[in-house]
């Protein structure tokens, strides 16, 4: 093994050769002789088994999308991107590959594990009191970052670059459906949308839009002049994501399919020829994105869609999902048949059942496998984490191509460290289970940490049949996630806004107003976090040291200023709180409703909070402000004419909102700076601004002692004190 | 439609001719001309439908078996026994079918639907703000009670007969395992026990125990000498419990089948040919236990076992469960076969998967099954819900004859209203996820309403593998549960006491032991439940009635004293607790440690309660008594020579202790009253008993403001005020 530290950076460890993921090319390490490296590490049977020892006290956060707690203590993860529907708690292995963590406690210590294949990560639950960390090759990377968890992230994520921005628009309301199946449900659901005064920016097109779900084509027939279709829809200001999947159909004439054949451009067999599996369209090849032509080709590929006006899409099914591959099926099939007449044993009734359900996504099959990366023939397994990394690279690349200057809507399902540069993430198939709320806001400060800082989970759940409350529960925390989509499965029941009832649809009608109203805020704290490599969603320990802030686990920090406590329980009407320092509780219910009553002090310690339905608990620190603005139907008609700020300020308040145009690579253009400085009588209120549309700003400030004061001021740069 | 009314119990409402179910066989119901109903009841395409309204602040209480939480809003139910392993929050049917619940609100309603066909509960989740139930025929009875939840309970519970008694070892801990298959091992289990000194008083023998899967035999190779065997297990305190399975093994001079053939007593074909069927034994034939010839010839089949030393048992896979039916296979193997070679559209293989996959518990397989019940041939799917029932009664009528005056240990896996005169139930395959920590409490109240007082979860989890701190938590919640078993699948992490490391043996040790400290105290309140037909397990709201207890989800009342709010998620230190009254929390981590310092008293209100992995919370009401008597490695050497009582008392509180041989049916012969009385300084305090064994009594006593004192007492029925 060889060392290497870096001054910056921290230490690298490295074992062997290891097929490089280039999602760390950085950080200046040099070559030293030796170092001392925390717990065990042994090199046994082929593989690597770092043990590392954990004292009771010690978190271990990390590991991106994965199931359970933010602690990821108690459960062996699996790094292997898997197209699994049932995210249930004994789920090892999610869509990502995230093998970031970091062990929080006295003194923290933050592992990203380079390798493209499978890693294990046992967290205290086979090997009791011990992170366990197993690869299951000699050859691997590791890096050791030192510092708080702040400055391990930071670190960590300077290191794999920054992270992906999308237009302002994708802070919009998104809605999906697999399927809006033709052009005019989909002008249906945004003429629904306007007529029930809902915000939306996105309509997505899940796989019914495509011809025989082909890559890059067109059903004609459910989507008539699809370019004049995106444009009327793009005038009125909402924009079409359609999905697009790593197979490609094995269809002649079919242009990608002949081109990739020509080529050579497909994953192979052992034997050199294209590797036959089937998924949505029937038999497909799938693309080598690890090969940089492949890259280059395929991300063009996207061209096609954009020169009809899209501007965003969505890369699915790239673990990559496999339904069945040719030579499974024939196997399963046989077994079927020889079994025909029999009376059967029970144990050959069960073979025959896994036989078949094992078709999906068979280790047999990803063996079978083979790409061209880096020059060389290499197994699929030995680089299976990094196929849907590079998949949504080459649409990246694309993107790049098409107008270096402009930013793209991409999210995707499979991931690994370091394709976060190129895109954000949905958490894939969840469930319409209170479980899954509650996961998804677990999941949040994991995604951040592996980069993933445009990312948000299916809300009110893809699979399975919502109901009103949790549909009304699951908006008001996406409210806060940088990515804020309705997505839900074809069977299941509709879940757009209006699909329960009058009180469901008014209550999310206002959680979705409230979302445009903090937009601006939203946004701007979502540019701190990537241009800062910090968290948006941190856990409470990232902040306060005390013992209760280090175990809770159904609150998160937003940003600098936010503590969040959603209620996330069927029939609640309140949830235990915990309030690591003095703060102010906004019970916020819609815009318009806002009043100096939402608003009230809290002490310290632990608390009750009363919250009906409409209710959406904000907690804000101390010294810290939150801004609003008017709401609007589409982001881009959003300003600052109207602004409304909250603060607590016990005796300083700075907040600094910035903006831009919202569609190039020109960030913060723009900014506001509010300074709010607590006065023996009242406050003195500072803005100074560069953004000519600030207009109005009412400020509702409560001081250290609970009073609440509601100050309004006219115009910019003013400088002039509350009166 | 008719109408009836009982003086004491309530009304009836009468559609049509129900097939019969014998639930309710009395409470004196007179017709009368008509009475409002609440809500509306439709008649519709040969449904009845009951649309009822629910207020905001209605809780649904009920539903026995089923998922989610005690207030079951949110969500629609379907009762249909069903053989479903994967207990997500989507699953509408577990094993039970128990239609009965309690709109519980400002003036709460209790309505039973009795039928033996399926049944679909809407709680306010397709149709807002309603509970509307569907029967899928127009014959059917509803009982509606009415009065408090408590009131109602007991009106419903005395109606359906008092519920199923246990032997007093079934309050000791039992251990599980899919399988010890052999004597050896179970031997082994059991000194495991003793070496490590941990009580124990069963061990269950799974499937493998039979030789190949038939119902009443034993499989001489892997337990050679089994009366022998049994005997010796029974001589050092460890009862064994075979599990019976609902399915006859198709194997010619099996006496089961031979003579179920003989005298066709097996559920038939249209045909009226046996239905062939395949469970674990591969083809089997069901008994069709409706047929009171066959309750009383499969009844007698467990005299077998009992000569041979049994006295319990579990019944299994009898909703019932099938693998596959003869027809189902072959048309699905033909399926497949038709796909051979060709190049599968993606639905057509999605076509195949589900047919292998639907191949088990199929409604097509129970439309093909008919009975004779009441002497008519009769669907299955009519009667569906009666079959594991059935079972059970059978199993009761055996025991029944064999020795009419002692008690047998019964649980069953599929149950139905009125069968808890027969017997206990476990609830089935749930798995290692803390989720299912947390259903296991919620699910307790709802078992109870429909009778099952002796019930319990597989502790740790069936499926999956299991995490050292999940096992130690679940264990402090079994503590409480009559039934205490620790119960593994096939495959998964061993989950014996010993199983994970020293730590959590120690700790799962002390649960243990705390556990028979107990049984005498909850052997007393399980008693008083039964008898008295009350809730063990009860939500708050059936105590309290602020807004707070009516919504707390994760805390329930048990017997009339106490208040448990068990910690149920993963690397927790401690939870939030509501005290809806002034309670002495006792933090309870061993029999041995009892101090003063465990003790501190709680105003009411919301607490944040440090909970180390060692402390188990235990709430105990103003006025009331806990009694622990020293722990004994078998609920057999239990006695009152040493007894501890914990009690919180502000003025007087009284607590009767009732005991009895614990095997006759002759119950609470012993009783020992407990008054301790407060004082201007201090407490008195009397004991009468009519137990001998009655020794030095140590209490630990709290008053109003907080004090506590400990007081030693010798012999009894002294009279003797506090020294």
């Given at each position: 093994m060889r060392y290497f530290k870096s001054d910056n950076y921290g230490k690298k460890l490295v074992f062997g050769?290891?097929?490089?993921?280039?999602?760390?090319?950085?950080?200046n390490y040099n070559e030293v002789d030796a170092y001392e490296v925390i717990g065990n590490i042994d090199v046994k049977d082929g593989c690597i088994i770092w043990d590392i020892p954990l004292r009771p006290t010690d978190s271990v956060y990390g590991l991106g999308e994965s199931v359970r707690g933010m602690n990821k203590r108690g459960f062996e993860y699996r790094s292997f991107c898997s197209d699994d529907p049932n995210h249930t708690p004994d789920k090892q292995a999610l869509y990502g590959a995230h093998n970031f963590l970091i062990i929080h406690g006295a003194s923290p210590v933050g592992i990203y594990v380079d390798f493209a294949g499978e890693v294990i990560f046992d967290v205290d639950f086979i090997k009791s009191d011990f992170l366990q960390i197993r690869v299951s090759s000699v050859d691997v990377t590791f890096y050791i970052f030192e510092g708080s968890g702040k400055e391990i992230v930071k670190k960590f994520r300077t290191l794999i670059g920054q992270s992906y921005i999308p237009p302002k628009w994708g802070f919009g309301y998104q809605q999906s459906r697999?399927?809006?199946?033709t052009a005019e449900r989909v002008t249906e659901i945004a003429t629904l949308f306007d007529e029930y005064d809902i915000p939306c920016d996105a309509i997505y097109l899940d796989i019914d839009y495509m011809e025989r779900f082909k890559d890059f084509t067109i059903d004609a027939k459910a989507f008539p002049d699809f370019e004049k279709f995106v444009e009327t829809l793009y005038k009125s200001g909402i924009h079409l994501v359609p999905i697009i999947d790593a197979g490609v159909k094995v269809e002649p004439d079919y242009e990608v399919y002949e081109e990739g054949i020509e080529n050579d451009y497909f994953v192979k067999t052992?034997?050199?020829?294209p590797f036959p599996a089937a998924v949505w369209p029937g038999k497909v090849h799938f693309p080598d994105f690890l090969n940089p032509e492949v890259e280059s080709w395929f991300g063009e590929k996207y061209h096609k869609l954009m020169d009809l006006g899209i501007e965003g899409f969505w890369n699915d099914m790239n673990e990559p999902a496999i339904f069945y591959s040719e030579q499974g099926l024939k196997d399963a099939i046989e077994f079927a048949e020889q079994q025909k007449g029999k009376n059967l044993d029970i144990y050959t009734f069960f073979e025959l059942k896994d036989r078949i359900l094992n078709l999906s996504n068979s280790m047999t099959d990803y063996k079978r496998m083979y790409h061209t990366y880096e020059g060389k023939k290499v197994n699929h397994l030995d680089v299976h984490n990094l196929y849907g990394y590079h998949m949504t690279k080459a649409a990246a690349k694309g993107f790049e191509s098409y107008d270096s200057n402009k930013r793209f809507l991409m999210i995707t399902r499979a991931s690994h460290i370091g394709m976060a540069k190129y895109s954000g993430i949905w958490t894939g198939d969840n469930h319409s289970w209170w479980e899954h709320l509650k996961l998804n806001v677990q999941m949040m400060p994991g995604l951040n940490m592996a980069g993933f800082v445009y990312s948000g989970a299916d809300t009110g759940g893809f699979g399975g049949n919502v109901s009103p409350e949790l549909l009304t529960r699951w908006h008001q925390f996406s409210l806060f996630t940088p990515l804020f989509r309705n997505h839900s499965a074809m069977g299941t029941r509709p879940q757009e806004p209006w699909a329960m009832d009058a009180k469901t649809l008014s209550l999310i009608r206002d959680v979705i107003r409230l979302r445009y109203a903090l937009i601006p805020f939203l946004y701007s704290e979502f540019m701190a976090a990537v241009l800062e490599n910090k968290l948006l969603f941190a856990p409470l320990s990232f902040f306060y040291s005390d013992h209760y802030s280090r175990s809770v686990e159904d609150q998160v920090m937003f940003g600098d200023g936010i503590m969040l406590a959603p209620v996330y329980t069927q029939n609640a009407r309140g949830r235990m709180t915990y309030c690591p320092e003095d703060m102010v509780l906004w019970k916020a219910e819609n815009y318009e409703s806002l009043?100096?009553?939402?608003l009230t002090l809290l002490d310290q310690g632990h608390h009750y909070i009363d919250l009906n339905l409409s209710q959406i608990p904000i907690f804000i620190r101390k010294n810290k402000l939150i801004v609003l603005v008017k709401p609007?139907?589409?982001?881009?008609?959003?300003?600052?004419a109207e602004i409304t700020v909250i603060g607590f300020v016990d005796t300083v308040a700075e907040y600094t909102l910035t903006n831009d145009d919202g569609f190039t690579k020109a960030y913060e253009t723009l900014k506001t700076k509010f300074t709010v400085t607590r006065k023996t009588e009242g406050f003195s209120i500072q803005v100074d601004t560069n953004d000519a549309s600030l207009g109005k700003a009412t400020f509702y400030l409560i001081d250290g002692d609970g009073a609440v004061q509601v100050t309004v001021q006219e115009g910019q740069d003013t400088g002039i004190s509350m009166v």
């Open positions: 050769n290891m097929i490089p993921t280039h999602t760390i090319e950085q950080g697999w399927s809006y199946e052992d034997e050199g020829k009043s100096k009553d939402q609007k139907n589409r982001v881009n008609d959003l300003d600052l």
